[in-house]
């Protein structure tokens, strides 16, 4: 069976761009014992992703030159030689960027769309949600009445943070990247503040003034000036969960920032960066908890899906340009 796969054509050097894939046809092998061939529905594109572009050392293996590059993917079964899935079975998997492909059925979830719809599990009810959960309740440990700041805020994971933020009886504020970001943010998510930091004049005086009391939790998924405003302004005891640097993502040399540790140290704050598979023995306890806020309607989504499988680069893409609202996903 022939198929068509999207392999890493070459490592980006600073911004990745359409060069950097390539689309190629192959034969699919024939279905071996215990595996399942498979038909994606939904694609995640991520920026972490983009680290697994470098040829360098991290938390999980860079991809391959030539070989296809690979993501969370939510597929249908259409043949099993497998008894724990069946055709038409749709499950979870880290799979490659294809038409179709072949799965040892053992390293798929088998996810149940009864309760929310396929893409929710790339989503609230995937990584995004997991890591939301775990980098605010577990590294942060909000209380009520304190002050969170987001970065990413309007991203796939800083729309749940702060919805779990108010739920723990915060005052939540975010940045992003728009107007109608920060507008979608307010009156769809409950932030409280929304800080756009393409056009703010002055970046420290308005999250001063957003934060009248300091800030006692920030939750980064940005890096950057950002970061280096933020912190400026923490409290005693603040908590700083790290769980994304899309600002240097692209960065072919180190940039060069403020000291901050000195406040860190004076402020006796916590830093701690986190990867959401550290928690993997308690993701059941938060995809229950999860599911229960979205049913009672305490959770709310935003998803930006994308029509096409030829969309796949530009979509990856598009997350570095600020394209996305919520979780950025691609539809077959």
């Known amino acids: 069976m022939e198929i068509t796969q999207i392999v890493l054509a070459s490592r980006p050097k600073g911004n990745p761009s359409k060069e950097n894939f390539r689309f190629e046809k192959v034969e699919l092998p024939a279905l071996q014992d215990g595996q399942v ?10 920026p972490y992703m983009r680290g697994r572009m470098n ?11 030539d070989a296809p590059l690979e993501g969370g993917v939510v597929a249908k079964v ?11 079975d749709v499950v979870l998997g880290a799979l490659p960027w ?4 072949i799965a ?3 390293k798929l979830q088998k996810i149940d769309t009864s309760l929310a719809p396929a893409s929710y599990y790339l989503g609230i009810l995937g990584m995004p949600g997991l890591t939301a959960y775990f980098g605010l309740l577990d590294i942060s440990q909000p209380k009520e009445g304190e002050t969170v700041v987001v970065s990413g805020a309007a991203g796939a994971v800083g729309m749940v943070v702060g919805q779990i933020a108010k739920l723990k009886g915060c005052r939540v504020v975010g940045l992003a990247g728009s107007d109608e970001k920060a507008e979608l943010l307010k009156k769809e998510f409950g932030y409280d503040e929304v800080i756009n930091y393409k056009t703010t004049q002055d970046l420290r005086s308005d999250l001063k003034a957003a934060c009248p009391n300091g800030v006692d939790v920030y939750f980064d998924n940005v890096g950057g000036e950002i970061t280096d405003a933020v912190i400026s302004l923490i ?16 960065d072919e040399k180190p940039q060069q920032g403020p000291r901050f540790l000195p406040l860190v140290l004076t402020r006796s704050a916590l830093i701690k960066g986190f990867i959401v598979s550290n928690y993997h023995a308690r993701f059941p306890e938060a995809m229950q908890q999860l599911s229960t806020w979205v049913k009672e309607g305490k959770l709310h989504y935003q998803e930006t899906i994308v029509e096409g499988f030829e969309q796949l680069p530009e979509a990856f893409l598009g997350l570095f340009t600020g394209q996305n609202q919520g979780k950025m996903l691609v539809k077959v």
């Not at 061939?37 to 991520?46: G, I, K, N, Y």
């Not at 259409?78 to 038409?88: F, I, N």
């Not at 409290?235 to 640097?245: D, M, V, Y």
């Open 37 to 46: 061939l498979l038909e994606p529905q939904f694609f995640s594109v991520d």
């Open 55 to 65: 040829d360098a050392k991290s938390y999980t293996p860079p991809f391959q030159v």
């Open 78 to 88: 259409v043949e099993s030689k497998s008894e724990a899935l069946q055709p038409g």
């Open 98 to 101: 294809a038409t179709q492909s």
């Open 104 to 106: 040892e059925a053992k």
């Open 235 to 250: 409290n005693f005891h603040a908590r700083l969960a790290i769980c994304g640097q899309i600002a240097h993502y692209n």
